[in-house]
Each structure stands twice: as structure tokens, then as C-alpha cells.
């Protein structure tokens, strides 16, 4: 059974403090993705990747990084946590145009990670 | 730039009602994806069809069917005989053909009481 799975489902840090959310997939796709999701913005595109060592920009990478050393992980890093970065946090991942359905996203279960 | 406007922010029926949620996209791409996704409670999102803009027949499976509509840039998704387990947000999303990038619109929370 296809799986994405993410570090943690709940996460609480400080202000100041770095942060890893770290994602892993078992579906050997090329492309891994880091959204987050807040209420009424629905979910928007972090960073992604699309191959071991690469990685592009979405929509809001400010204040996060990211590190994909092996096809199946792919982290998120927060630098220096800020309380404008509690949200919920969802990696996806998608294979290539060889396999079928190949732009379907699988997702994680999502961590909820609060900012005090 | 592209855009996925889900107006309804909540719709709440009666079980075995029908309910239809409405997905209007912006693309200047003649080659595009659109999906439809649902989010339990338990957080994870799980794929539920994905069309290519030049596939316009509706779909039907089981109690749910979607109608896309190019004239009118929408995809729309029906849910026939409501259940309290069909009880979760809906996201409408597009993706460009040949691209990484999906944009999805806000959700849509659907409740449905027994």
C-alpha cells in the first residue's frame, strides 16, 4: 500500500528554535512536495523536488529550507521558528510520466506544528 | 497566473441529501490537470479523480460524479445520497501539463448530519 508517512502528527517549539519536519515515502517517486495549509488559504506549495539533491521554490519558501539526501526523504527545515509559521504542514509525493496516474499526489497525514 | 476559486467555504445537509461542490478555474494553458481532493478528519488528503482539459465527459463512480465544463472554466463534483462518512473538505486543484506546480483552491468543508 502506497505511503507517505511524516514525522510527527503534533509539534510545539519556541520562538527562535530550528525545526525538521521530515517526510518519507515508500512509492520510489521521483518528486516530493511541502505544503502548508491554513484555514481559508487552502494548501500552498512550499518547496518541492524532483530528484535526489534537487529543489525548487513554490509559492512561500521564506523562512524555510529544505534537504532531499535520499530519493525516499525529503525535510523541511525551519531556521529560526516564528509564531507566523504554526500551520498545518503536508508533504506529498508524485511519480514521473512513466508510471500511471503520475501526477497524483500522495500525502502524509499532515504535522500540526505550533509556534509559542 | 492560475487560479482555483471554491466559493462555498461550508455546506452542511441532511444524510441523503445531494450536494454539489463548485470549482471555477483561471489557466491560460491549453494543456492542464484538474483534480479533486477530499481531507478527512484524520488529516490526510486522498485523491479522488483527476481530468485533462481535453477530456470533457462527466464521471461517474458510485455515489459521486463531476461535470467539467471548459465553455464556463468549471468542475464541478456531486455527491448523490449523502453520508455522514462523506463528511470532510473538499480541494479542487490544477496543474499545468508538464508541471510540477498544483494550485489548489481553499476547500470546501462539507458537513453532513444523519
Known amino acids: 500500500d502506497v505511503k507517505v508517512t511524516q514525522s510527527s502528527r503534533y509539534l510545539v517549539k519556541r520562538t527562535g528554535e530550528k525545526v525538521f519536519l521530515e517526510c518519507v515515502q515508500d512509492?520510489?517517486?521521483?518528486?516530493m512536495f511541502w505544503y502548508r495549509q491554513d484555514p481559508g488559504l487552502g494548501l500552498r506549495l512550499i518547496y518541492f523536488?524532483?530528484?535526489?539533491?534537487?529543489?525548487e521554490k513554490g509559492d512561500i519558501p521564506e523562512g524555510y529550507s529544505v534537504s532531499r539526501e535520499k530519493k525516499e526523504r525529503f525535510s523541511l527545515i525551519l531556521e529560526s521558528a516564528s509564531t507566523n509559521q504554526t500551520s498545518m504542514y503536508l508533504c506529498?509525493?508524485?511519480?514521473?510520466?512513466?508510471?500511471?496516474?503520475?501526477?497524483?499526489?500522495?500525502f502524509g497525514p499532515g504535522t500540526r506544528l505550533t509556534v509559542l | 497566473a492560475q487560479k482555483v476559486t471554491q466559493a462555498q467555504t461550508e455546506i452542511s445537509v441532511v444524510e441523503k441529501e445531494d450536494v454539489t461542490l463548485d470549482c471555477v478555474y483561471e489557466?491560460?494553458?491549453?494543456?492542464?490537470?484538474l483534480f479533486w481532493y477530499k481531507q478527512p478528519p484524520s488529516g490526510e488528503l486522498v485523491f479522488l479523480i483527476r481530468?485533462?482539459?481535453?477530456?470533457?465527459q462527466n464521471e461517474i463512480s458510485g455515489r459521486y460524479s463531476w461535470n467539467f465544463q471548459k465553455s464556463t472554466s468549471s468542475f464541478n463534483f456531486t455527491i448523490t445520497a449523502s453520508q455522514v462518512v462523506d463528511s470532510a473538505v473538499y480541494f479542487c486543484?490544477?496543474?499545468?501539463?508538464?508541471?510540477?506546480?498544483?494550485?489548489f483552491g481553499a476547500g470546501t468543508r462539507l458537513f453532513v448530519k444523519a
Open positions: 506529498a509525493s508524485s511519480g514521473t510520466g512513466d508510471t500511471l496516474n503520475y501526477n497524483e499526489q500522495f
Open positions: 512509492m520510489d517517486h521521483e518528486n
Open positions: 523536488s524532483y530528484d535526489v539533491k534537487m529543489k
Open positions: 489557466t491560460r494553458d491549453t494543456t492542464y490537470y
Open positions: 481530468r485533462n482539459s481535453f477530456d470533457e
Open positions: 486543484a490544477l496543474q499545468s501539463a508538464g508541471g510540477f506546480k498544483t494550485i
